[in-house]
C-alpha cells in the first residue's frame, strides 16, 4: 500500500479565471470555477485522485494521476479553454502528475472533440457498470518522451 498524496486545490488558471474550493478532502476537491465579469460563466469542476476515485481499477493508475470532472453546466464554447487551464494549472500544481484524466460518456463527440483541442488524446474506453466511458489523457513530456533505459520506469 502506498500513500496517495494531496489533491492539488490551488490552482491559478490564468487571466480572467477565478478559482474557489466549495468543498473536499484529502484525496478530491470540488472547486466553483469563474470565468469573466459579473456576467460571466460559472463551472463546476471536481478534481479526484484516480487511485481513489472511480477510476482507480479501469486502468494501471498512478497514486498522483487527477481525473478532472467539469460540470453539465459548461457552456460547450468554454469546455476546451477551461479543460487546458485547469489542465495545465494541475500539471504545474503537481510536477510529478503522470496523467491528468477526463472521462466522457462513449459516443459524446463534443465532449471529446473540447478534450483533445485540450491537449488531451484519447486513450481507452472503460466500463463503470453502470456507465460507460471514454478515457482521454494528457501527459507530460517526461512521460510521453522516449525514453531508451526500459529497465526504468519514468518519473520514479
Not at 477565478?18 to 468543498?23: F, G, H, I, L
Not at 484529502?26 to 479526484?48: I, Q, S
Amino acid at each position: 500500500m502506498f500513500t496517495v498524496p494531496a489533491v492539488p486545490t490551488r490552482l491559478t488558471l490564468g487571466p480572467g479565471w477565478e478559482t474557489v474550493q466549495e468543498s473536499g478532502g484529502r484525496v478530491a476537491a470540488d472547486l466553483r470555477v469563474r470565468r469573466g465579469g459579473g456576467n460571466g460563466v460559472t463551472v463546476d469542476v471536481r478534481l479526484e485522485r484516480c487511485v481513489s476515485g472511480r477510476l482507480r481499477d479501469t486502468y494501471p493508475v498512478g497514486a498522483h494521476d487527477v481525473e478532472v470532472r467539469i460540470g453539465a453546466g459548461c457552456p460547450q464554447d468554454v469546455r476546451p479553454a477551461l479543460l487546458r487551464a485547469v489542465r495545465e494549472a494541475v500539471q504545474a500544481a503537481d510536477p510529478r502528475c503522470r496523467r491528468v484524466v477526463h472521462a466522457v460518456p462513449v459516443g459524446e463527440g463534443e465532449w471529446t472533440a473540447a478534450a483533445e483541442s485540450a491537449g488531451f488524446r484519447y486513450a481507452v474506453d472503460v466500463d463503470l457498470g453502470l456507465e460507460q466511458l471514454g478515457l482521454l489523457v494528457a501527459e507530460p513530456d517526461w512521460v510521453t518522451g522516449p525514453d531508451l533505459d526500459l529497465d526504468r520506469v519514468p518519473g520514479a
